[in-house]
Nanobody, 115 residues
């Protein structure tokens, strides 16, 4: 069974950095593209970044130049390095992976901008 476990969220100030981690199990990790999504309060879920099996990252426009996605296949882990955080980055962040026709999700990790 595929399982994804996110960690690394927290309370941040504008301009801070944070690194999220997503540890996967139950799949041949290096064969899969992994995605990061987020759901902000009262907003639709949106994809933030994705990383291909070759390590190429793609990003939604609002995080380009600030966020970096990477992977460590030996550790079955995908990272999301978030720099220059803004209040609008406040959200629950989820990693996800497609297995056949099913999209598996982790439980999410909360990133909150301090008021």
């Amino acid at each position: 069974q595929v399982q994804l476990v996110e960690s690394g969220g927290g309370l941040v100030q504008a301009g801070d950095s944070l690194r999220l981690s997503c540890v996967a199990s139950g799949l041949t990790f290096y064969n899969y593209e992994i995605q990061w999504f987020r759901r902000a309060p009262e907003k639709e879920r949106e994809i933030v970044a994705a990383i291909s099996t070759s390590g190429a990252g793609t990003y939604t426009e609002s995080v380009k130049g600030r966020f970096t996605i990477s992977r460590d296949n030996a550790k079955k882990t995908v990272y999301l390095q978030m720099n220059s955080l803004k209040p609008e980055d406040t959200a629950i962040y989820y990693c996800a992976v497609w297995e056949n026709t099913y999209l598996y999700w982790g439980q999410g990790t909360q990133v909150t901008g301090a008021p």
